[in-house]
């Protein structure tokens, strides 16, 4: 079983290979918009120029409109008001309903270019005549699910803009998308943009005061495989970093394993860290609280015994709404947690 941690597929976190994400820096302001990015005009006419995060200089007759994106990069941009005709990556579930990792996009009315890690339909995705495809990266280079030997012959159809997801901040990063958006011709002060602004803004003042109030209430963040429990390293994940430097008390190894992002730790040794609460990663690659409840030393750290397992939106796309709902149902989890289970 593979699990990919919070979007990458890097390194190893199952039998196969966990894939870290990963965020170095802290929350200072936004960057400014890229240097070599020109919006085109309202009508979408004229030159429309980008340089991406590979320091790609990306240079159209004018502003893209047919628009293809991965998966988490598609979610982005929709939140920000920006319509992509299809995505590829994780979409849709067995059932035929939307997967939480593409978030609002409706994926009723968007092509599929594929819907796992490995799926990437070249002829499809050439027949759409795409202007530009937008990818965000975990590795340098690297445009995420974009499968490897597909890459040189998706090069040739159009260009693509990497947007890159770790060694960053998780406001930069956001802004970023916000930037991107507003140069494919979206308006950042549509007031969706502003009402998602503002839910962050007060989610994370919401935190922020939580943490005052309860500085003793330790939170550890796992993933469960079949290998050991994967323990989260604070600096590498953008989300975690950006919550303690919230307040938050946060449960995290010294150093992490080779390979970065977390430290794996034995089902025998899964007691090595305790916290008053744990949130278990929520994706469908990772086991699940039953799956771990029949681990001995799982069923027995403090957290489990009093029932103070939450979820961790560990895939959440980079935009103010999708982390706005997850610091909102964070908020009201930990409010309900006791700070005394660990003693």
């Avoid at 002829?123 to 499968?147: C, F, I, N, R």
């Avoid at 935190?207 to 495989?225: R, S, Y």
């Avoid at 961790?312 to 908020?331: F, P, T």
Wanted: hydrophobic share 45%.
């Amino acid at each position: 079983m593979a699990i990919p941690p919070p979007r990458t597929l890097a390194a190893a976190l199952a039998v196969a290979a966990v894939l870290g994400v990963s965020a170095c820096g802290g929350t200072a302001s936004p960057p400014a918009a890229p240097a070599a990015s020109a919006p085109a005009s309202a009508a979408g006419q004229g030159p429309w120029t980008w340089t991406d995060d590979r320091g790609k200089n990306i240079s159209l007759p004018q502003r893209p409109q047919r628009i293809v994106a991965q998966f988490d990069s598609a979610a982005a941009l929709w939140d920000f008001g920006v319509r992509p005709i299809a995505v590829y990556g994780p979409h849709r579930l067995k059932d035929g309903s939307r997967d939480r990792a593409v978030g609002e996009v409706d994926i009723a009315k968007v092509e599929s270019i594929g819907n796992a890690f490995g799926e990437f339909n070249v002829e499809k995705y050439a027949s759409l005549q795409p202007d530009v495809l937008v990818a965000g990266m975990y590795e340098k280079d690297k445009l995420w699910y974009v499968p490897a030997e597909s890459v040189q012959a998706v090069d040739q159809i159009a260009p693509s803009v990497g947007v890159m997801h770790s060694g960053k901040p998780l406001l930069e990063i956001i802004e970023k998308y916000s930037q991107l958006a507003a140069a494919l011709g979206a308006d950042p002060k549509a007031a969706p943009v502003v009402e998602a602004k503002n839910r962050f803004d007060a989610a994370s003042a919401a935190l922020k005061t939580l943490a005052a109030a309860k500085p003793d209430l330790k939170i550890m963040i796992v993933a469960g495989a079949p290998d050991g429990l994967y323990v989260t390293y604070q600096p590498d994940h953008p989300d975690i970093k950006y919550w303690g430097e919230l307040g938050l008390n946060i449960v995290s190894p010294p150093k992490p394993s080779e390979g970065g992002f977390w430290e794996l730790v034995s089902w025998e040794s899964a007691d090595k860290y305790q916290a008053d609460v744990i949130l278990v990663d929520a994706r469908a690659q990772s086991m699940t609280i039953e799956e771990m409840a029949k681990k001995p030393t799982w069923a027995k750290l403090p957290a489990v015994k009093a029932g103070q397992l939450y979820p961790w939106r560990a895939a959440e796309r980079y935009s103010y709404l999708g982390y706005a709902n997850v610091m909102e149902e964070l908020k009201t989890n930990l409010d309900k947690a006791r700070d005394d289970v660990v003693r």
